[in-house]
């Protein structure tokens, strides 16, 4: 059955699958246009925020000599981290506590640490290529979740029993802040940012969830990773068909009947195989498991 085709200003002829291929790069084209002026977009309004901040300060946070520009504003928003070449950490004016402000910054900075702006970047990437998958979106909403909680998990380790409830309540206290009145969206909207709340309300129960729950932190064992990465390797390497014999082969292929007229045929020092009153060749070996048991005749 040959492919549906289409012929096109009777230049030339397009089938459904060249169709399809067409339909989903215009929509990757689409998704990038948009993605590019939304990364344009959220950079001129942080350049505007920076530029507008009354307190910008640089400060050293870790034994490494990491530098890090913190940057005060007055809108009601989550504290944020942005920028992936040079990040820079945005703190809201209402955090004044100065415990939260400690643990919000760690958190920020951890988010530098794992790269996780670059892997938010990926995120978007991958959901401009696969925009016709509709479970794509899901998927990119449980990834900045993971990102989230592997952020938690990492600032809370070390931390006593105080200081990791503070910081549960640091989540609840900021997101009650935010949303107390409007807040501006302009960078919620965007996933070229790193928020230290999500605006889902989900989101944040289960990211407390997680913290609540007393979890043991385990490292999965590197060789079941090796064994999950090599499994589809392994399945889609080996091809398993039914067995298959030439026509050719089954018309040209004789059984031997050891109760019939079968039988072995003796002419000097040479032994054929007669099967159905026909030579079917010299036997090299009278001891084969196949032969056994066949009477041997002498020949002319």
């Not at 169709?19 to 950079?43: E, H, M, P, Q």
């Not at 000599?65 to 504003?73: A, L, N, Q, S, Y």
């Not at 703190?91 to 920020?108: A, C, G, T």
């Not at 995120?123 to 979106?137: A, D, H, M, Q, V």
Request: proline share 3%; glycine share 4%.
């Amino acid at each position: 059955m040959g492919k549906k085709s289409f012929v096109v200003l009777s230049l030339f002829k397009i089938d459904i699958f060249q169709i399809l291929i067409l339909i989903w790069l215009v929509g990757i084209f689409v998704r990038l246009l948009f993605l590019s002026y939304n990364f344009f977009k959220v950079k001129k309004s942080l350049n505007s925020l920076f530029s507008s901040s009354k307190i910008t300060k640089e400060i050293r946070l870790n034994d490494n000599g990491d530098r890090f520009t913190i940057c005060k504003f007055n809108f009601n928003h989550s504290p944020f981290v942005a920028g992936i070449i040079k990040p820079k950490i945005f703190l809201p004016n209402y955090i004044s506590n100065k415990d939260i402000e400690r643990i919000i910054l760690n958190h920020e900075i951890q988010h530098i640490k794992n790269n996780d702006l670059i892997k938010k970047l990926l995120l978007e990437f991958i959901e401009c290529i696969y925009w016709w998958f509709i479970p794509i979106y899901t998927f990119k909403k449980q990834a900045n979740l993971i990102i989230e909680m592997s952020v938690d998990q990492k600032v809370t380790e070390n931390m006593n029993s105080n200081d990791y409830f503070q910081y549960v309540e640091s989540l609840v206290s900021v997101s009650k802040a935010v949303n107390s009145k409007e807040s501006v969206t302009k960078f919620n909207e965007s996933g070229l940012v790193s928020n230290f709340t999500l605006s889902e309300s989900s989101s944040l129960v289960n990211r407390i969830k997680f913290l609540l729950n007393e979890y043991d932190y385990k490292h999965t064992s590197k060789y079941i990773l090796a064994l999950v990465l090599l499994l589809p390797l392994l399945l889609t390497s080996t091809i398993f068909e039914p067995y298959y014999a030439s026509p050719k082969k089954v018309v040209s292929t004789s059984s031997i009947k050891k109760s019939g007229n079968d039988y072995i045929l003796k002419r000097g020092n040479h032994y054929y195989l007669i099967i159905d009153g026909n030579n079917s060749g010299e036997v090299s070996n009278l001891k084969d498991q196949s032969i056994r048991g066949l009477p041997i005749k002498n020949g002319e």
